[in-house]
């Protein structure tokens, strides 16, 4: 039987563990094992996992339909097929997608998903994994019911802080909750889904109470696309808990400024076409750390402050397939400001040509994006990156090399 990396696999690998004695599925990974639904809810060490190999009954479980084909010098033949890829028997035990040779031949379950994913982009998994009850939710909902830096740190490993909890029922994952306790300034944060089909049995408010459990009473408690039955959760549990919405477009904003505070910033004006959420950041920035931040509404064409060095837009305005520009009078971006904008693509945007017009030194997004792609490929891999290579290779996929 065959060994594995902890880096070869993701959430929905199918893998065996002499806890259990049938294959199955891993439900999340972390930097000290992996969880696969344990009573205790605590990781098993990598070493203790064997891969499975490839056979007829796994490929019927993973939806593969076998077809059955004769040619003529070679007889009878037969290979399996999803809607996305075909799989070829290639020799004793090692199979290959078809039409794909960079791909080396596969023995073993988690290479074939790797694999999958590599070709599709989608995830090759049984019905009983996290993957599919955030999906199932997401459907249900029409909003996703977990952040996308928690799915990468469900596929790859997270910090080493990072808590899963996992609950089943006849094996299928039925609530999920990730424990984020890496914020110094804002404090620990949890997210949590059941799924739509386990709703109203008190297990959102079960999972909840294990995990403040371990982070204690302050824990904010995100709630995605800010539904009416989350908001209930919080009040008839009587916590102390924050419950908030994150919006998408403000959470480069929030990261950005506590790191410049971090670093020494010493004032803020946090401009905001929503109160709530320019109030939150605002306060979390005045609370936390010391600099000074001043909310903004952002209802009128908005002129930058004479005091202000630099200008930074984080929204998703003059992102490709948006339309419109920032509502703001370009004529007080003054010669030596800097002017820095999130996009990535286009990199060089209408907000970044204006502001150089004017004598700001501007500074695309496209480095923001690189750089925290070489750390996070050395957090997750331990693989160094060339800063420069994945540059340049983000151009051409963006088609601007």
């Known amino acids: 039987m065959g060994c594995m990396m902890l880096n070869e696999l993701?959430?929905?690998?199918?893998?065996?563990?002499?806890?259990?004695?049938?294959?199955?599925?891993?439900?999340?990974?972390?930097?000290?094992?992996?969880?696969?639904?344990?009573?205790?809810?605590?990781?098993?060490?990598?070493?203790?996992?064997?891969?499975?190999?490839?056979?007829?009954?796994?490929l019927e479980l993973l939806h593969f339909v076998k077809m059955k084909d004769t040619a003529p010098g070679i007889g009878e033949f037969d290979w399996w097929e999803t809607d996305d890829i075909s799989l070829t028997h290639i020799h004793k035990g090692l199979y290959g997608v078809e039409g794909l040779s960079g791909?080396?031949?596969?023995?073993?379950?988690?290479?074939?998903?790797?694999?999958?994913?590599?070709?599709?982009?989608?995830?090759?998994?049984?019905?009983?994994?996290?993957?599919?009850?955030?999906n199932a939710a997401h459907d249900f909902d029409g909003t996703p019911p977990i952040a996308e830096h928690v799915l990468l740190h469900l596929r790859h490993g997270g910090d080493k802080s990072d808590s899963h909890i996992v609950f089943e029922e006849a094996n299928?994952?039925?609530?999920?909750?990730?424990?984020?306790?890496?914020?110094?300034?804002?404090?620990?944060?949890?997210?949590?889904?059941?799924?739509?089909?386990?709703?109203?049995?008190?297990?959102?408010?079960?999972?909840?109470?294990?995990?403040?459990?371990v982070s204690g009473d302050k824990t904010r408690v995100w709630s995605h696309g800010d539904l009416p039955a989350a908001k209930e959760l919080i009040k008839s549990g009587n916590r102390r808990s924050e419950l908030t919405s994150p919006p998408p477009i403000t959470l480069p904003a929030r990261?950005?400024?506590?790191?410049?505070?971090?670093?020494?910033?010493?004032?803020?004006?946090?401009?905001?076409?929503?109160?709530?959420?320019?109030?939150?950041?605002?306060?979390?920035?005045?609370?936390?750390?010391?600099?000074?931040?001043?909310?903004?509404?952002?209802s009128k064409t908005y002129s930058i402050p004479l005091?202000?060095?630099?200008?930074?837009?984080?929204?998703?305005?003059?992102?490709?397939?948006?339309?419109?520009?920032?509502?703001?009078?370009?004529?007080?971006?003054?010669?030596?400001?800097l002017a820095a904008d999130v996009i990535?693509?286009?990199?060089?945007?209408?907000?970044?040509?204006?502001?150089?017009?004017?004598?700001?030194?501007?500074?695309?997004?496209?480095?923001?994006?690189v750089n925290q792609a070489v750390i996070g490929i050395k957090y997750w891999t331990g693989a160094d990156v060339d800063a420069k290579d994945l540059n340049d290779e983000l151009l051409r996929v963006l088609g601007l090399a």
Not at 109 to 125: C, D, P, R, S, W
Not at 348 to 354: A, I, M, N, W
Not at 359 to 364: E, I, K, M, S
């Open 255 to 298: 990261a950005i400024a506590v790191e410049l505070a971090l670093a020494g910033a010493t004032k803020f004006y946090v401009v905001n076409r929503s109160r709530a959420r320019g109030e939150e950041l605002a306060k979390l920035l005045n609370e936390k750390t010391k600099a000074t931040a001043e909310f903004v509404e952002w």
């Open 172 to 213: 299928q994952v039925i609530a999920y909750a990730h424990l984020d306790t890496t914020d110094l300034v804002a404090g620990p944060s949890v997210e949590a889904v059941v799924h739509p089909n386990h709703r109203g049995k008190g297990l959102g408010s079960l999972i909840l109470k294990e995990a403040i459990k």
């Open 103 to 134: 791909i080396k031949p596969m023995k073993y379950v988690h290479e074939l998903q790797n694999a999958y994913f590599v070709v599709t982009g989608k995830e090759l998994i049984t019905e009983e994994s996290v993957l599919a009850l955030i």
């Open 10 to 58: 993701r959430v929905g690998s199918i893998v065996t563990h002499p806890l259990f004695g049938t294959p199955t599925n891993v439900k999340a990974i972390a930097f000290n094992g992996l969880y696969i639904g344990t009573k205790d809810g605590l990781p098993l060490h990598i070493d203790d996992f064997k891969p499975v190999e490839i056979t007829d009954e796994i």
């Open 344 to 369: 990535v693509n286009p990199p060089q945007t209408y907000f970044l040509d204006e502001a150089g017009k004017r004598g700001a030194t501007t500074l695309q997004g496209l480095g923001m994006v």
């Open 307 to 337: 005091d202000a060095d630099v200008v930074i837009n984080s929204t998703s305005m003059g992102m490709v397939n948006t339309e419109g520009k920032q509502d703001i009078d370009f004529d007080s971006i003054r010669p030596g400001m």
